[in-house]
Antibody
């Protein structure tokens, strides 16, 4: 059974940093592209970042470019999102999702940026 | 920046057919995907590559795409189909991945 479990969310002050993790199981993690998607409270889905299976190709949404860094460790079956210079508008539930089709999603981790 | 446009809401009675549209300039060249999100839950893929249905998704869910518009059709909508529905696709380069604004489906 495919499982994606996010962790690392919490309350952080504006300008602060946070590192999210996504632990994958039930499939060959190293063979799949991965994404981060977020959802602000009461709002729609927003794609954040993409990483290819090898990590050689990476894309970011304009809203996070230069502040967020996606990475992966295929040996640990894990996906990461390093978030720096956080703003109030980054407050959201962050999901990791598999593949171009987002065929499997984790349950999400809440990031709250507030003083 | 690239955008996908969905109606904010659609309402049908149980047993009726619900149609949710998604318009975008790159849809003639790029696949559309559809997700169902019930309150407090993670999204679930219900249609991929315009019209394919993942295993476990009821047959009443179908998808189509023509020109710049993709459509999710729920034939014989049921009360349990009440949810937010999002379309997803990419711009013509494939680098920018975009969700539509979402459509709240009410079945009552």
């Amino acid at each position: 059974e495919v499982q994606l479990v996010e962790s690392g969310g919490g309350l952080v002050q504006p300008g602060g940093s946070l590192r999210l993790s996504c632990a994958a199981s039930g499939f060959t993690f190293s063979s799949y592209e991965m994404n981060w998607v977020r959802q602000a409270p009461g709002k729609g889905l927003e794609w954040v970042s993409y990483i290819s299976s090898s990590g050689s190709t990476i894309y970011y949404a304009d809203s996070v470019k230069g502040r967020f860094t996606i990475s992966r460790d295929n040996a640990k079956n894990s996906l990461y999102l390093q978030m720096n210079s956080l703003r109030a508008e980054d407050t959201a539930v962050y999901y990791c999702a598999r593949e171009e089709s987002f065929d499997y999603w984790g349950q999400g981790t809440l990031v709250t940026v507030s003083s | 920046s690239y955008e996908l446009t969905q109606p904010p809401s659609v309402s049908v009675s149980p047993g009726q057919t619900a149609r949710i549209t998604c318009s975008g300039d790159a849809l003639p060249k790029k696949y559309a995907y559809w997700y169902q999100q019930k309150s407090g839950q993670a999204p679930v893929l219900v249609i991929y590559e315009d019209s394919k249905r993942p295993s476990g998704i009821p047959e009443r869910f179908s998808g189509s795409s023509s020109g710049t518009m993709a459509t999710l059709t729920i034939s014989g909508a049921q009360v349990e189909d009440e949810a937010d529905y999002y379309c997803y696709s990419t711009d013509s380069s494939g680098n920018r991945k975009v969700f539509g604004g979402g459509t709240k489906l009410t079945v009552l």
